[in-house]
């Protein structure tokens, strides 16, 4: 069975920091491209970050320059950085796995991040 469990989501000031994991188990990680995304209330499902199974990254604008993503192919580990957080980032967070050679995508549960004071 597929699984991707996130954890370190909570509360946190604005200015803050957290960094959110997520385990992958069931799929031959090194060979999965990893990202993050979130949605708020209302809000449709946005890209934070992608890395692929080259380390190749991509961030979102309305993040770049405050989160960092990267994966530890040992631990079957992807890890997303959160700095300077805004409470514009309060969102649910959702780790995403997809096959780099075929359309399979598999999703986390999501874990909460809230940014307030």
């Known amino acids: 069975q597929v699984q991707l469990v996130e954890s370190g989501g909570g509360l946190v000031q604005p200015g803050g920091s957290l960094t959110l994991s997520c385990a992958a188990s069931g799929i031959t990680f090194r060979g999965y491209h990893m990202g993050w995304y979130r949605q708020a209330p209302g809000n449709e499902r946005e890209l934070v970050a992608l890395i692929r199974i080259t380390g190749n990254t991509n961030i979102g604008d309305s993040v770049k320059g405050r989160f960092t993503i990267s994966r530890d192919n040992a631990k079957n580990t992807v890890y997303l950085q959160m700095n300077s957080l805004k409470p514009e980032d309060t969102a649910v967070y959702y780790c995403?796995?997809?096959?780099?050679?075929?359309?399979?995508?598999?999703w986390g549960q999501g874990t909460q991040v809230t940014v307030s004071s």
């Open positions: 995403y796995a997809k096959y780099s050679l075929r359309s399979f995508e598999y």
